[in-house]
């Protein structure tokens, strides 16, 4: 197994780029298996400090491993009225960087910039990516996903269907 002190950006970019592929093309399972066991997955209200806490503060979303699985499998029914049939996305990642290395986690920072198009209708999410990763036996996993969303608000997106 690759040690963390090993892994660099352009590393950690292919991730985040096989990442951002995996979800335009609604490989979702895929997506969910680059988690830790132990990961989580965040998008804090706009309006919050990007270190909030979901203990404290309202977020999009706080989803452990297990209930980002289950809002998988909801988002691939076709009971999944918001997203049937489904967006098509587009997820663009630029200015990876390695914040920081510790024994067991990299952070890593990203800017991101998400369309979705629906119904003739094109929405933009503009923000950023403060991952936390680590290594695996099967390669790096995220720990910790942390959209930060750089709107005033989600109007006029008015909601978060797709996985950001």
Not at 131 to 159: A, F, H, S, W, Y
Request: with cysteine; aromatic share 8%; proline share 2%.
């Amino acid at each position: 197994m690759q040690s963390l002190a090993d892994v660099s950006r352009s590393e950690v970019e292919d991730f985040m780029y096989l990442e951002a592929e995996l979800l335009d093309e609604w490989r979702l399972k895929e997506w969910v298996a680059l988690f830790a066991e132990d990961g989580r997955y965040y998008v804090p209200a706009t309006d919050v400090a990007a270190d909030a806490s979901p203990d404290t503060t309202l977020f999009y979303v706080a989803d452990d491993r297990f209930r980002l699985e289950q809002r998988v499998e909801r988002l691939l029914k076709r009971t999944a009225h918001a997203e049937f049939p489904r967006s098509k996305t587009r997820h663009l990642v630029s200015n990876v960087r390695i914040r920081a290395r510790h024994a067991d986690e990299l952070e890593v920072g990203a800017a991101v910039l998400t369309y979705r198009t629906k119904a003739g209708h094109t929405e933009i999410y503009i923000g950023s990516y403060r991952n936390r990763l680590v290594m695996t036996e099967q390669g790096l996993r995220i720990r910790e996903k942390r959209c930060v969303l750089d709107m005033d608000g989600l109007k006029p997106n008015g909601r978060i269907s797709i996985i950001l």
